[in-house]
């Protein structure tokens, strides 16, 4: 499985072909507005940074290979009084497990967290403001333990909303043998890909 960083907390997972483009974006500083081709498009929430369908051009034929369940939540800490509600995204293909939080803004209940639970590849919010910040996305990686933990929705020297953290604090909780550090914004997931903090590079 193919597992492509396009920016923010925009993810293309593909595999056997099929494209599934997560969250993407219009609007946010230092990328380029999300523009691709894909077969499916999933959105955690309504707003601009996760929701601009119009980006994703929709193929036709091929066939799926994904079965994809929701787990729903919240946008902040009151059950969604300020931001509203949040979808979490389950995609099983070939034996793998890929769960994307959204904008996760609060910490999972039991009920939510059995549902998520052996994933082999979790993307997590980590900048706060908006979602959980690095305390709650250490939490949230604890307790699902994925093989491979993907940071997301964080603010680097030069992209990333003001108001949102960097990666810099969620990084600090991992050992620096746990941390891989690519060179590329994407990942290739098989069942032997060891245990790791991925920290794909900024999109080009």
Known sequence: MRITWLGH???????EGYRVVIDPFRDVPGFADVSVEADMVLCS???????????????????????VETVETFHDEEGGALRGKNTVHILRAGGLKVVHLGDLGHRLTRE???KLWDCDVLMVPVGGTYTVDHAGAISAQAWLLPRVTIPMH?????FGFDN???VDEFLNYFAPADVCRYETNTLEVTADTRSQLALLHRPV
């Open 164 to 166: 949102i953290d960097t």
């Open 45 to 67: 929430h309504g707003h601009f940074d996760h929701a601009h369908t119009d980006g994703v051009t929709l193929r036709e034929g091929r066939a799926n290979p994904f079965t």
């Open 112 to 114: 939510q967290a059995e």
């Open 9 to 15: 907390a925009c993810f293309m997972v593909e595999y």
């Open 154 to 158: 964080y603010r680097g020297d030069d």
